[in-house]
């Protein structure tokens, strides 16, 4: 089981993209989306994000959320410059069981449809609205590979 989850709304605009941070309502989905994921038992055992800082502060309050701290490790790879492609041979790589991934559009819907339906144009519902969560059963990285188990977006 895996967890891949879009970053909490971010402010529109900053000098860089790597540097727009979470609005307070992007702060209240991810906390949301964190308490919920454990109340249903997907509790993650580690987080990974990506280098963008909308990703990092997602991870960190999904992580406060936890009963049990999860570490929470920052990988290369899985920005919305990154190609989906790319990112994918980086989950194949890092991703273990009960792990998460907090990255971006497009790159999390193309993942989501390649693995769920075999095609990265697949209109993946529910779609990944800011801090939307997907939870995953996937013993492959095959095409089609994966099973839905559950999604979670903010309320």
Known sequence: MMILMRHGEAVPFAPRDEDRPLT???????????????????APAAIAHSTRLRAHQTA???????????????????????HWQQALAVLEAGVCDQHLVVFHQPILAQILGYLLEGDPNFD????????????????????????????????
């Open 24 to 42: 307070p309502t992007g702060q209240g989905e991810a906390t949301q989306i964190g308490r919920r994921l454990v109340e249903a038992g997907f």
């Open 60 to 82: 960190s309050l999904v992580a406060a959320s936890c009963v049990e701290q999860p570490q929470v490790v920052e990988w290369s790879g899985i920005t919305p410059d990154d």
């Open 124 to 155: 993946v519902q529910p779609r990944p609205v800011p801090a939307t969560a997907y939870v995953l059963d996937c013993d492959h990285w095959l095409p089609g590979s994966a099973r839905l188990i559950a999604a979670y977006t903010p309320e």
